[in-house]
């Protein structure tokens, strides 16, 4: 009798089990870009920075085809009349595809497209410590995305060129309960002019010729405007920062990512310095920075001229871990600055993986000299290695 | 010690044991294949848009069907927009499978559909390095295709070859099933849609936003109507379905009944014995219940797992003509939930303990001590089995004269059906006892007379067989009724010689115009399809009168409504689109026609076996005035006496058109009538399993009665009958039991054939069918193969007695 009962349990149990695989579902699959891979690799079609060449405005602030990627990259700090402190970003990617893959068939379509362009829109609440994020990407067809040097937009995100300054306009509408929405409507102001990275614009981050941008920046613009959050629009005022790069295969070979600091000082000092992070979690010599003055003369500087130590990690829930507090030294400029996250959780966590956050700058006994942006990338993909 | 008295018996009879668990898992897995088809037929059917956006996703259409590109991207840069996904649809041949590519946007809200190298569904379809467009398909898809080892499909679009390479295969997605994903601008291009696409796809939060700015001529369609539109579209097909499986069920029910009951008769003496040694009611009723929920658990089970399998063979035959027949895309397997097993499991049990509970009462009336055979079961009057047979018959039909629904008329054929069945026992023995009359003196009449012994055991499986029998006998007389009159339809239909058309784009009037000037060419005719925003097929004709004839009027005078129609002034509709708006001749039509608002009268309704939606005809004039573009979707061409088809198609090329496919009426007959067969393949496949249900019940009925009556049998034997006459008597009481459910089943048979035409078919699909007799093939098919089972059946048992002593089987506990 054993022998039966346990033939028809094993039978009741087969039918079981097979039972619950067909109702199994296979788990969900999304997939994240690589930050570094997208910048080390270009087919051999693209056109590669190779050395200084004089640069153009406003021409040069419209897009520059014909290299594979190519940023437009604003962040900042505000304040609304309460005293409430924010930070913001908001950039446009422009990755250009390969010519094998836009010409596989003959005929012509109305999504033919070069290049897709991808939007970062970010904005930290300080106070509360809330981080808000959207993502969004499109093809450069259909008047969907791109760059003149009066406008850039990715849909209806846009930035106009007023004359001497820019509107941005960048709302991510609130959709019911489940989605309030949050955006930025400002108005910016260069207070600096533009300042040319590396040797007039040739930004090298790379033993070959080929691996370098060209890389300019305006490093203090004043801001003003409306943004909006919790359903509230609230009048801020603050200071942004632009960086524009472009070009292909910049970086080098054996690099895991890297530490960008932009930083603006009460003093009306600007500083920008990257660290560039080899495999083993040292400065590359390409590392490199600027220092602007009040008076917006600037000084390039060299690897050599400046030292990154982090001091903190915060690890967020996937544990990977993030240095959010530096010490950053300067002896030849007498600066020596911590610089820590103005709160911890200013992680993207979308097609790319990287944490920009607003900072606080402080002297070395703790006494706040500014604000600035810190973006820490690379540290994702090596998490996932 | 209960169970161990349970086992002891069922060991020794494994083969009822195993009748038992078939006939439930029989049961249990036709409502688990047809529960999991309608889901799959429902929720599922074109299940696309929700694997791409969500289950609550929306879709945006152009209400003349395809959207202009410019409208999508005015719509995407407009401040607030949501993240919408462009999408082109259109349907493709790969290796004979009939698929849909959908191309999109991968660059949108959807680019964590599909994973490679954790870049998601972009990289897939944007892969650098390949010189084919990509496509991304499941792994359903991929498997269906016959796993394609090189990586490279072969797609035909509108007549036209492509290459594509397989970039990606996308597991546990079974809303891609039957699809290939595809970069909408190479889409675009392989569909030669330049400007157009074919719908947007918005997140579910959007619905507000989108609904203030998609204007009069974008319609917003949200996940309910999505799936009430794909119900409404198969709710025919579903229907049958589920009555067919409602009936099977019965039918295995009938036959748990029937080996349950056996079970528990032969067991008679020992509950006797074992009441007189103590046992209480509550024991023995604790033993029985046990065995029971026992028996229809594992028996649930494995009908759990044969209904799924059953399942995914269904759907592989219903896939292709839903493609078809509807446009739509099935899932490649279904998708059961585990709480779909469970309630259908607990259903079985339930029902298994349903219908022994009778059988239970009964075991638990035995006094104590009883050893002997009761001679079998209380019989009821007849007057009281007439008496409840009207009542069903009565109450059946009254449901289909009063109520115009579709459930009202398989729930009334339900009833009626319910009501003749429990006539067929008092039939069947009555027919038995007839020739037994007639054979008296003769073994044979002998051999049928001992069957009326054993009546009250065998009628619930005299019952069930009957039953089977003539729904499989009925469902074929249908099909085959129904394939006779849409092929005389279609004779009827197509008047022309030869009609041309070319794939993928409509004809205009000049070239319809020079075919008419073309040698040969008596007269034209054409037609032209389209879809008004209000959802209404319409098909504009233009046709000489000797063609007006061609459509067979149920309502109207023909005569008089050829010059209003001719002249524009009326339509005529096809049955279905009368029934499902319930107009009539004489009744004004309300549609927004191109140009606006219209109301035209009907001035006739035509038969149509078409489309279920049905449609509304109008004259060519009028659709000049509507629409005024000159297109055509195919031309018919009538001939000059004696001028052959081949000889025009030598002229053709002269008009200019671009790779014309030409067609005779009987090569379009043949081609509606595969369509037909493949539409109809799954009522087949019904049919076959309903008529395998039959086969258990027969088998299990007559190896029932065969083994119950071993003892008798062994007493022929020990009184001297030879081995030789004791196999003509066993199998010439099987034989004639499963005559006698035959004798019943053909008029059963008839009935469910006039009820499936001329009630169920009208209701589910709107088109009537001409009564007519009733084809004769099943019956020609169906009762040879169930005597020469029954035969068989026979066989088994007469020689299991002659394999062993008969003193075996003349002990009492046996």
Redesign the interface.
């Known amino acids: 009798?054993r022998r039966?009962l346990f033939l028809?349990l094993l039978?009741?149990l087969l039918?079981?089990l097979?039972?619950?695989q067909?109702?199994e579902?296979?788990?969900?699959?999304?997939?994240?870009?690589?930050g570094t891979g997208l910048l080390n690799t270009a087919?051999e079609d693209f056109r590669r920075v190779t050395g200084p060449e004089p640069l153009e405005f406003p021409a040069d602030h419209g897009m520059h085809p014909g290299y594979r990627n190519e940023w437009w990259y604003f962040t900042g700090n505000l304040a609304d009349e309460q005293g409430r402190r924010y930070g913001f970003q908001f950039t446009l990617f422009r990755f250009a595809?390969?010519a094998?893959?836009r010409q596989?068939?003959p005929?012509?379509?109305?999504?033919?497209?070069d290049a897709?362009w991808m939007a970062h829109l970010a904005l930290s609440d300080l106070d509360g410590e809330r981080f808000f994020s959207r993502e969004?990407?499109?093809?450069e067809?259909?008047?969907?995305a791109g760059a003149t040097e009066d406008q850039w937009w990715l849909?209806?995100w846009t930035v106009k060129r007023t004359g001497t300054g820019w509107r941005l306009e960048t709302?991510v509408?609130g959709?019911?309960e489940?989605?309030a929405g949050f955006g930025l409507e400002l108005d910016l102001l260069p207070a600096k002019d533009i300042v040319l990275q590396g040797e007039g614009g040739y930004s090298r981050k790379g033993p070959e010729p080929g691996n370098a941008s060209r890389y300019y920046s305006i490093t203090r613009i004043q801001a003003s405007g409306r943004l909006l959050l919790d359903g509230q629009a609230r009048d801020v005022t603050g200071l942004a920062w632009l960086d524009r790069e472009w070009g292909s295969s910049q970086l080098g070979e054996g690099l895991d990512g890297w530490d960008w600091f932009a930083l603006q000082l009460d003093d009306g000092r600007d500083l920008m310095v990257y660290r560039l992070r080899t495999d083993d979690d040292r400065a590359s010599p390409w590392s490199a920075g600027i220092l602007v003055e009040a008076d917006g003369r600037y000084q390039v500087l060299g690897n050599d001229d400046f030292d990154l130590q982090p001091t903190r990690r915060w690890r967020d829930r996937e544990g990977i871990a993030w240095p959010v507090e530096w010490r950053v030294r300067m002896p030849a400029h007498g600066l020596d600055l911590q610089v820590r996250a103005a709160f911890d959780a200013q992680r993207w966590n979308a097609?790319v993986a990287y944490w920009e956050g607003a900072v606080e700058v402080l002297g070395p006994v703790g006494e706040p000299v500014g604000r600035g942006y810190l973006e820490l990338s690379g540290y994702a993909d090596s998490a996932?290695d | 010690m209960l169970t161990r008295l349970s086992h002891g018996h069922f060991r020794r009879h494994p083969a009822q044991v195993l009748l038992a668990l078939v006939g439930i898992a029989a049961g249990i897995a036709v409502i688990t294949g047809v529960a999991l088809l309608r889901d799959a037929l429902v929720e599922s059917l074109d299940a696309v848009s929700e694997t791409l956006v969500g289950e609550q996703g929306l879709v945006v259409r152009h209400v003349a069907g395809e959207i202009p590109v410019q409208r999508y991207a005015e719509l995407a840069r407009m401040p607030g927009a949501p993240d919408l996904v462009p999408v082109i649809r259109a349907p493709v041949r790969v290796a004979g499978e009939r698929l849909e590519l959908i191309g999109l946007e991968p660059w949108s809200g959807i680019r964590d559909l599909a994973d490679r190298d954790g870049t998601g569904l972009a990289t897939a379809l944007f892969a650098e390095d390949e010189s084919l467009p990509q496509v991304v398909l499941g792994r359903a898809t991929w498997e269906l295709l016959g796993r394609p080892g090189d990586g490279v499909l072969e797609l035909r679009i509108a007549g036209q070859s492509h290459r594509v390479g397989i970039s990606t295969i996308v597991d546990g997605q079974p809303g891609l099933d039957r699809r290939l994903l595809m970069e909408i601008g190479e889409a675009q291009k392989m569909t030669a849609m330049q400007g157009r696409i074919s719908e947007l796809l918005a997140p579910q939060d959007s619905g507000d936003w989108l609904a203030a700015r998609l204007g009069e001529d974008l319609l917003l369609i949200d996940a309910a109507a999505r799936r009430t539109s794909a119900g409404d579209l198969t709710r025919g097909m579903r229907a049958n379905l589920t009555a067919m499986s409602l009936l099977a069920l019965a039918t295995g029910l009938f036959v748990v009944y029937s080996v349950l009951s056996f079970l528990l008769v032969q067991r008679r003496a020992r509950f006797g014995l074992l009441r007189a040694l103590g046992m209480t009611h509550p024991m023995l009723a604790r033993m029985l219940i046990g065995e029971v929920v026992l028996i229809a658990a594992l028996g649930g089970l494995l009908g759990l797992v044969a209904g799924t399998l059953l399942a995914d063979r269904l759907l592989l035959l219903v896939a292709p003509p839903v493609a078809e027949v509807y446009g739509r895309f099935a899932p490649v397997s279904t998708q059961p939930s585990m709480l779909l097993y469970a309630g259908i499991w607990g259903l079985g049990i339930l029902s298994a303990l349903a219908v022994t509970a009778p059988v239970l009462r009964e075991a638990l009336t035995i006094p104590p001590g009883r050893i002997l055979r009761s001679s079998g079961a209380r019989r009821w009057p007849i007057s009281r089995v007439l008496a409840l047979s009207s009542v069903l018959v009565v109450a059946g039909t009254a449901w289909i004269l009063l109520d115009a629904r579709l459930i009202a008329g398989l729930g009334g054929l339900f009833l009626v059906l319910a009501g003749l069945v429990v006539l067929v026992p008092a039939a069947g023995f009555g027919l038995v006892g007839l020739v037994a009359g007639l054979q008296s003196g003769k073994l044979a009449g002998r051999a049928l007379r001992l069957l009326e012994s054993a009546r009250g055991r065998l009628s619930p499986a005299l019952a069930a067989l009957s039953l089977a029998l003539a729904l499989a006998i009925g469902m074929g007389m249908m099909i085959l009724g129904f394939r006779a009159t849409v092929g005389d339809w279609v004779e009827r239909l197509l008047r022309a010689d030869l009609y041309v058309s070319q794939p993928g784009r409509p004809l205009v009037d000049e070239q319809v115009e020079h075919i008419g000037t073309l040698p040969g060419v008596r007269v034209l005719s054409s037609i032209r399809r389209l879809e008004l925003v209000d959802g209404t097929h319409v098909t504009a004709y233009r046709l000489p009168a000797e063609a007006w004839w061609g459509f067979e009027f149920i309502g109207g005078d023909g005569d008089a409504a050829w010059p209003l129609f001719e002249r524009g002034e009326a339509a005529i509709v096809s049955e279905p689109y009368a029934r499902a708006n319930g107009l009539s001749a004489g009744d004004r039509l309300e549609m927004i026609s191109p140009g606006g608002p219209v109301s035209l009268p009907v001035a006739a309704v035509f038969r149509d076996y078409s489309s279920e939606q049905g449609f509304v005809a109008i004259s060519r004039e009028l659709y000049r005035r509507w629409v005024g573009d000159g297109m055509h979707d195919s031309v018919g061409i009538y001939l000059e006496p004696g001028v052959e088809p081949e000889q025009l198609l030598r002229e053709l090329p002269a008009v200019g058109l671009d790779d014309p496919q030409w067609y005779t009426p009987a090569s379009i007959q043949r081609e509606t009538l595969a369509v037909f067969d493949r539409t109809f393949r799954i009522s087949w496949a019904l049919a076959l399993l309903v008529g395998l249900i039959a086969l258990v019940a027969l088998t299990s009925a007559l190896l029932a009665q065969g083994l119950e009556r071993a003892r008798e049998y062994a007493t022929l034997r020990a009184l001297g009958l030879p081995p030789g006459r004791l196999l003509r008597l066993v199998t010439i009481q099987s034989t004639g039991l499963t005559a006698a459910a035959l004798a019943a089943a053909l008029p059963l048979a008839a009935l469910i054939h006039l009820a499936l035409s001329l009630v169920v078919q009208p209701r589910a699909f709107g088109w009537s069918l001409p009564v007519a007799l009733p084809p004769l093939e099943p019956v020609l098919l169906v009762v040879p193969v169930a005597l020469v089972l029954g035969t068989l059946t026979g066989i088994y048992p007469a020689w299991r007695i002659g394999q062993r002593p008969v003193s075996a089987y003349l002990r009492a506990d046996r």
Do not use: C, K, N, Y
């Open positions: 009798m039966d028809i039978l009741a039918a079981l097979w039972l619950g067909r109702t579902r296979a788990p969900e699959q999304a997939g994240r870009l690589s087919p595809l390969d094998s893959t596989r068939m005929d012509a379509s109305d999504f033919d497209t897709v969004r990407f499109a093809r067809a259909l008047g969907l849909r209806d709302l509408p959709r019911g489940s989605s097609t996932s």
